[in-house]
């Protein structure tokens, strides 16, 4: 009797930092990721292994949706260089400036504007630990960031050329379908 | 022991979600942030969901969803109004 109770106590208390995590994804560059549900909360990994690669994230939305976007690096000693930038384009969006095209990967389709421009410049460089993977991050901070209603795209790329993983955040609350970082841990968790 | 060990646990296992689901007061970067959109959606003929970070909305669930989001907010404040001549008041500094 008592040790199904604690058996059952311990499964608990590992599920609940779960409550809170981000669904996970992998991105592979030249592959379009859609987005299943932009209004739940993503935690989309990829890896930089020439630092030449763009991975995009499609978006369709039926209304107009503001959530918090950042991007986020594994803290270790080989990546503190590594910094990902991200935009978010589209049709319809704010014209962007000049240096504001200069700094995207490549150039804008006719009639795409930018709602947000992140280089992940910031320094100190923040600190954040992941409590569901219960790894520290290096994170660009997260914006709000007004989605448009239709069509549109979060870009990521590597300004400085670095190679490594890294991993977009979108959304805050859980979820569901956490569980299927246990499918590749090894990739999601170091 | 072991009941009190397994009781102990148990009063944790429903303690820990119950707290890490207790709420948190909407950031002041965020009553700013929903605002300045709906001062934009009124001047735009627009309509935006910001029902994430309304006072009610699933930032304030637990303290590290409050933190991400009153710091998404006062990053995202700027962002709106960029290249604007006149901001609407809300969206002001």
């Given amino acids: 009797m008592r040790r199904p109770l604690?058996?059952?106590a311990f499964v608990l208390l590992l599920l609940a930092p779960a409550a809170l995590a981000h669904a996970p994804a992998r991105l592979w560059p030249g592959e379009v990721f859609p987005l299943p549900d932009p209004k739940v909360s993503w935690a989309l990994f990829g890896l930089f292994e020439s630092g030449e690669e763009l991975f995009v994230v499609a978006v369709d939305l039926d209304e107009?949706?503001?959530?918090p976007v950042e991007v986020m690096v594994p803290h270790r000693d080989e990546l503190r260089d590594h910094r990902p930038a991200f935009a978010v384009v589209g049709p319809g969006l704010p014209?962007?400036?000049l240096e504001q095209r200069q700094r995207l990967p490549e150039a804008l389709?006719?009639?795409w504007g930018l709602a947000l421009?992140?280089?992940n410049e910031i320094e100190p460089r923040p600190v954040y630990f992941e409590s569901f993977l219960r790894r520290f991050f290096w994170t660009s901070e997260p914006t709000a960031v007004v989605l448009p209603r239709g069509q549109?795209?979060?870009?990521i790329w590597s300004p400085r050329r670095t190679n490594g993983k890294f991993l977009l955040g979108v959304g805050v609350e859980e979820g569901g379908g956490y569980f299927e970082v246990f499918d590749d841990w090894s990739f999601y968790a170091y | 022991m072991d009941l009190r060990l397994a009781r102990g646990g148990l009063s944790l296992a429903v303690l820990v979600p119950l707290l890490a689901a207790c709420g948190a007061p909407?950031?002041?970067s965020c009553k700013r942030f929903v605002a300045c959109v709906a001062a934009?959606?009124?001047q735009d003929g627009t309509s935006t969901n910001v029902a994430r970070f309304e006072p009610d909305g699933d930032c304030w669930n637990g303290a590290e969803g409050a933190a991400l989001c009153g710091t998404a907010c006062e990053r995202g404040l700027p962002n709106l109004t960029a290249g604007l001549d006149s901001p609407p008041p809300e969206c002001r500094p």
Avoid at chain 1, 64 to 67: E, G, I, K, T, V
Avoid at chain 1, 152 to 155: G, L, N, T, Y
């Fill in chain 1, 64 to 67: 107009r949706f503001a959530s």
């Fill in chain 1, 117 to 119: 421009l992140d280089l």
């Fill in chain 2, 26 to 28: 909407q950031a002041n």
């Fill in chain 1, 95 to 97: 014209t962007p400036s």
């Fill in chain 1, 109 to 111: 389709p006719a009639g």
């Fill in chain 1, 152 to 155: 549109s795209e979060v870009w």
């Fill in chain 1, 6 to 8: 604690v058996l059952t």
């Fill in chain 2, 40 to 42: 934009l959606d009124q």
